[in-house]
């Protein structure tokens, strides 16, 4: 059974940067989609970024330009550097694994999709 464990969320200030690392214990597909989803306090979870086996990547239209999904496939690593946080990217961060027919982070309905699911990391962004 796939685990996979994040860590790297805190607290800080608006203007301010964190990375998020999720850890895999492997990967279920043989071509895969990983994923950062985010839910703050009240709201549905949505979809942050997403990068495929091949390196393609996709992100919310809210996080482009400042957020950047990467992985390393050496450590079964995924990662979410995150810059120039606001207030509203507040919320729990989760890392998903799914098939690497995913390719859109935006679509509805899309986190369904996705089988293996980590429990989350905290981020908060307040002055």
């Known amino acids: 059974q796939v685990q996979l464990v994040e860590s790297g969320g805190g607290s800080v200030q608006p203007g301010g940067s964190l990375r998020l690392s999720c850890a895999a214990s492997e990967l279920m597909y043989s071509t895969y989609c990983l994923a950062w989803f985010r839910q703050a306090p009240g709201k549905e979870r949505e979809g942050v970024a997403l990068?495929?086996?091949?390196?393609?990547?996709d992100y919310a239209d809210s996080v482009k330009g400042r957020f950047i999904i990467s992985r390393d496939n050496a450590k079964n690593t995924l990662y979410l550097q995150m810059n120039n946080l606001q207030p509203n990217d507040t919320g729990m961060y989760y890392c998903a694994e799914g098939p690497g027919s995913i390719t859109d982070i935006q679509r509805p309905g899309v986190s369904r999709r996705f089988s293996s699911w980590g429990r989350g990391t905290q981020v908060t962004v307040s002055s």
């Open positions: 990068v495929i086996d091949d390196g393609t990547t």
